[in-house]
């Protein structure tokens, strides 16, 4: 207190000396974790079931490698893409002013989001089982051919062996993506819901339809409040390729790793495997996601918002004050 | 380049003023027994209104009056209940056929608000777009202008409400009533026959007001048909052709502007201007 004062009085002020604040609660943890540590790496070291030779020697293998690129890399990168697009879809659906179409949406959310990914995969995986083709065309066409006296009428207008399509990677695929377009789709819906509704009234104010403004006008404001949890979802999404395990997609990385673990007996070293090329992985994204916020958290953003807002409110407070008029506001 | 209305070049003001007949009847906007109710709470409770081509008319009223409500009203960002509201001829949000009415679809809707500027309370310019962006987006999404022509005009809009020098700001980075400005400019970049305004300077420093006022006096004085929601007493006593007082949904007197202000007939009236003046 006193050293403050002189410094604003006096022109030059001497270098404050003062004995700093000691903090020996830090030094009593450093010692703690350093021993924890130690104890660690003493396990890691000495136990010779952790097999570090062997874990390195395995997990650079091409099957592996290749197992990393596409089941994993590829299928996260394909698996968002469509569930981001997939989710804009059924936010927009969910905001429309259509019933069916939101009715749609609700159920769908409420579907994907109820089903766990584990079991929708291995779901996916098994369709084969149910039907062996898939087929589009006139529902109960053969049933309806029958009431009208007609055997066997088929109106199918195109369909694929479930064999040939719904294996591995697609069936994968599919099921990831449609489940990530759900959680999608509620972050989309809160973006959308974040941008002020002056704004959606400007732009139907100077003609524009609700596709035109969507796009143009809410959707790229929404974009700040949707990007940082999308990159959540993508760290999500790589670590739950290694589900695919259970449709099975064979060529993915937590799949060689098991396979190779199970058939060499050394089940545990290979698990160590996939930690490491996990973190590995998702350390990566999240060097990208620290970018990714930084630049969507800084300009105009969130404080010139509430700037603007609390100007608008100081505004209508100070409107009906200069009007001095009573009743609901 | 004098004029800021380039769809009425070369109309003398007075002209116009006087009211070129729209639609034989002379009137912009005609609003009949309008009413709107929100669930039970029933905000307009039979409003009639006419303005006249080229004419200012000022509405006034406590706050929950339902002014804004009825603003919104005449392009149809809220639906009536009952009643009509016809501008430049044109029954708004419905359609005329056999005797029936139609409703009109989203797009229909969304052409006729292209010929209604409406300026906002809280601006409402889109932050992510710059100055130019702003004014020039809805021409050239909407098939108006080539993006060339639009930015010309834009400049030159921009230019007459005196922020020609900011073209690439975004609206972040102005005061209150330069933002106000743009919204106008942005407005006006639709060749509006018509121009709502909800209070446009409630939101503004007490010194920033003027530079708005003078922006809406300029189009008063080129013609501009105007409906202006205000607690600005001096601007519709200078500008105004008519002013309007609505209080509890209904519109309570209505006259001329000096008129009204000097001897407000009703006792509401005479109430809220005592607080207001
Ligand atoms: N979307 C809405 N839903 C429900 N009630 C509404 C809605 N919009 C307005 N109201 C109500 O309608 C009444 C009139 O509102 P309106 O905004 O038209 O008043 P105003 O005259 O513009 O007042 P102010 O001077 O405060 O702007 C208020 O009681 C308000 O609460
Ligand atoms: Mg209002």
């Given amino acids: 207190m006193e050293s403050h004062d002189t410094s604003t009085v006096r022109a030059r002020p001497e270098p404050l000396r003062a004995v700093p604040v000691r903090h020996p609660g830090r030094w009593v943890a450093v010692a703690v974790l350093a021993v924890l540590v130690a ?44 569930g981001v697009t997939l989710g804009v879809v059924v936010a927009v659906m969910r905001l429309s002013d259509n019933p069916i179409l939101r009715g749609v949406a609700w ?28 087929e589009f065309g006139v529902p109960f066409d053969t049933q309806l051919g ?34 990530e377009a759900a959680y999608m789709a509620e972050i989309v819906r809160a973006g959308i819901q974040s941008v002020d ?57 937590f799949f060689q790793l098991d396979a190779v673990g199970k058939r060499t007996f050394q089940i545990f070293p290979m698990y160590v495997a996939a930690c490491l090329w996990y973190l590995f992985l998702t350390s990566i994204l999240l060097v990208g996601q620290y970018f990714l916020e930084r630049h969507f958290g800084k300009g105009y953003g969130p404080a010139g918002r509430a700037r603007l807002r609390l100007r608008g409110m100081t505004a209508e407070t100070g409107g009906g004050g200069n009007s001095g008029t009573v009743g609901p506001a | ?31 009949e027994q309008v009413h709107k109710s929100f669930g039970s709470l029933e905000v307009l409770k039979g409003i009639d209104l006419q303005v006249r081509a080229g004419e200012v008319c000022c509405l006034l009223g406590p706050s929950g009056s339902g002014k804004s409500t009825f603003l919104r009203c005449i392009n149809h960002l809220e639906k009536i209940n009952a009643g009509s509201i016809r501008v430049d001829g044109e029954l708004i949000g419905y359609r005329e056929r056999g005797g029936r009415l139609h409703e009109m679809r989203e797009k229909e809707v969304a052409a006729q608000r292209r010929s209604i500027g409406m300026v906002f309370q809280r601006f409402n310019l889109f932050p992510h777009m710059t100055v130019l962006g702003n004014v020039t987006e809805a021409p050239v999404l909407l098939g108006r202008e080539k993006k060339a022509a639009a930015r010309e005009r834009a400049a030159q809009l921009l230019e007459r409400v005196g922020l020609g020098d900011k073209l690439g700001a975004y609206p972040g980075q102005l005061s209150g009533g330069q933002q106000q400005r743009v919204a106008i400019a942005r407005a006006l970049a639709m060749r509006p026959k018509l121009m709502l305004f909800d209070e446009p300077t409630s939101a ?26 205000t607690h600005e007493i001096g601007f519709a006593r200078e500008v105004g052709d008519t002013l309007v007082f609505m209080d ?3 519109v309570v007197e209505s006259g001329d502007p000096r008129e009204v202000i000097a001897n407000p007939r009703h006792e509401r009236t ?5 607080k207001v003046l």
Avoid: C
């Avoid at chain 1, 009428?153 to 489940?179: E, K, P, V, Y």
């Avoid at chain 1, 104010?205 to 596709?211: D, F, I, N, V």
């Fill in chain 1, 39 to 82: 104890m660690f790496v003493h396990l890691l070291v000495t136990n010779d079931a952790f097999n570090w030779s062997f874990m390195v020697d395995k997990m650079f293998r091409p099957p592996i490698i290749e197992g990393l690129l596409r089941g994993t890399v590829l299928m996260t990168v394909s698996a968002m893409l469509i």
């Fill in chain 1, 107 to 134: 159920l769908y959310t409420w579907f994907f989001r109820a089903v766990p990914r584990l079991v929708l995969l291995a779901v996916f995986g098994n369709i084969g089982i149910l039907w062996s083709r898939i």
């Fill in chain 1, 146 to 179: 029958q009431l009208f006296g007609i055997d066997n009428l088929q109106l199918r207008l195109f369909g694929f062996s479930s064999r040939d399509i719904l294996t591995g990677f697609m069936a994968g695929l599919l099921g990831l993506a449609l489940s």
């Fill in chain 1, 197 to 253: 509704e002056g704004q959606t009234e400007a732009a139907q104010a100077l003609g524009m339809s609700r596709g035109q403004l969507l796009r143009r006008v809410v959707l790229p404001q929404a974009m700040r409040v949707i990007i940082p949890p999308t990159g959540n979802e993508t760290i999500a999404m790589l670590k739950d390729t290694s589900l695919l395990l259970y449709v099975p997609v064979s060529v993915e990385l």
């Fill in chain 2, 1 to 31: 380049m004098s004029e800021l209305i380039p769809g009425q070049a070369g109309a003398p003001a007075a002209e116009s003023r006087t009211g070129a007949p729209a639609d034989g009847t002379g009137l912009m906007v005609r609003a």
């Fill in chain 2, 204 to 229: 503004l420093d007490p010194e920033l007001v003027g530079e708005v006022l003078d922006v809406m006096k300029d189009l008063a004085r080129d013609g501009m048909t105007m409906i202006v929601v």
């Fill in chain 2, 248 to 250: 509890g949904g209904v």
């Fill in chain 2, 270 to 274: 005479r109430t809220f201007l005592a």
